[in-house]
């Protein structure tokens, strides 16, 4: 078990630019989150998958933001035309949940963290 | 809808002292809580947690119990050491889908 892993660790890039990040997800957990945070917040609810499906999008992912977990494992997070207010750090998280769920303990990753120029 | 609610920091104590972090939250179901801490330059670990009602998680030391008639889950520790100076993220989670909405973080600094 390696852990929830993220790549890039570190992007720079000029507005406008499009960006992916990349989740590998611990391999047993059925459940992916990406989640985000700014400097002196608390990480904020962006979508969730089980197995494949998205199931769930907040009204802070815009139709800028894509994400794709395309076979249940790995998941990606494009970014279109970034904003310098798309500055933050990424965080994905995966845990192994069916229906009712007493404690869901999510695993988190180190995150990505996006600076736009 | 369910929110999170943490006092405001920064905290500054000195080492062995009394440490509390309080924490409310709302919520229209039985939520989970969790209490997460963020290390500098580490990602987000699970430090405690609690399920239901009267429930008391326990961890290195840290406690919090569930109070829902308070709907709180205050972090306690007795006596802080250098190595505790992280920011720390209350959290509950809806049972459903299992999502957490977190609090906005309290960073702590234990000075020696």
């Known amino acids: 078990d390696t852990g929830v892993s993220q790549n890039p660790r570190h992007k720079i890039t000029k507005r406008g630019q499009n960006v992916t990040f990349r989740c590998d997800p611990i391999s047993e957990h059925n459940r992916l989150y990406w989640y985000r945070q700014t400097l002196g917040q608390g990480p904020e609810f962006l979508t969730y998958?089980?197995?494949?499906?998205?199931?769930?999008k907040s009204r802070l992912l815009s139709d800028r933001f894509s994400a794709e977990r395309p076979k249940g494992s790995f998941s990606t997070l494009e970014i279109q035309r970034t904003e310098q207010g798309d500055s933050a750090m990424y965080l994905c998280?995966?845990?192994f949940g069916q229906g009712y769920s007493g404690a869901n303990v999510l695993t988190f990753g180190a995150g990505s963290r996006l600076t736009v120029l | 809808g369910d929110s999170v609610t943490q006092m405001e920091g920064p905290v500054t104590l000195s080492e062995e002292a009394f440490l509390t972090i309080n924490c409310t939250y709302t919520?229209?179901?039985?939520?989970?809580l969790f209490w997460y801490v963020q290390y500098p330059g580490e990602g987000l670990q699970l430090l405690l947690k609690a399920t239901k009602a009267d429930d008391k998680g326990s961890n290195k030391g840290f406690e919090a119990t569930y109070r829902k008639e308070t709907t709180s889950f205050h972090l306690e520790k007795g006596s802080v050491q250098v190595s505790d100076s992280a920011v720390y993220f209350c959290a509950l989670s809806d049972r459903g889908r299992g999502k957490l909405i977190f609090g906005q973080g309290t960073e702590l600094s234990v000075k020696p």
């Open positions: 998280a995966s845990s």
């Open positions: 998958f089980q197995n494949e499906a998205q199931l769930e």
């Open positions: 919520a229209t179901g039985y939520p989970s």
